[in-house]
């Protein structure tokens, strides 16, 4: 699975791993292949933190490419954040970046908000690549 995060600025690496296991709930974190968020959270020491301990690769999504899946109606379980929107031009993080780090999977669990973390997963699809579709949108 994809594990999609989002969070505000300056949390803790223990916030971070509260809101992943209540997001896991009975799956494993060992089903995790990879973390993935927008560029502008991708050097948030808590989120290298988590992937350090936990030695997950982390992918970062650019707006552009996260606006691409939000396009879908349909890609989405969760309403759009309206901070999310009027902070960086998207209307989430933790679902559409799951989704892409999955290769345009289905999400398995819709976000997650758990004090200021947003935590979702989707699983790996065998369908095209949605993160072929993505990087031509950033081109």
């Known amino acids: 699975m994809a594990l999609g995060i989002g969070c ?5 690496l223990a916030q971070i791993e509260a809101a992943v296991q209540a997001a896991l709930g009975a799956w494993a974190l060992a089903q995790v292949k990879v973390v993935a968020t927008l560029d502008a959270k991708a050097a948030e020491p808590a989120l290298l933190a988590f992937c350090a301990a936990h030695a997950l690769p982390l992918r970062a999504w650019s707006r ?3 606006a691409v899946i939000e396009a879908d109606a349909d890609a989405l379980l969760s309403a759009p ?3 999310t929107q009027a902070r960086f031009g998207v209307a989430g993080v933790c679902e559409p970046c799951a989704r892409l ?3 345009g999977g289905p999400l398995v669990r819709a976000k997650l908000a758990l004090d200021g973390v ?3 997963l989707a699983a790996f699809s065998d369908a095209t690549p949605i993160t072929d579709i993505a990087a ?3 081109t």
Do not use: I
């Open 8 to 12: 505000r600025s300056g949390l803790s």
């Open 64 to 66: 552009e490419q996260v």
């Open 118 to 120: 947003t935590v979702a």
């Open 101 to 103: 780090a999955a290769d």
């Open 136 to 138: 031509r949108a950033s």
């Open 81 to 83: 954040s309206a901070a």
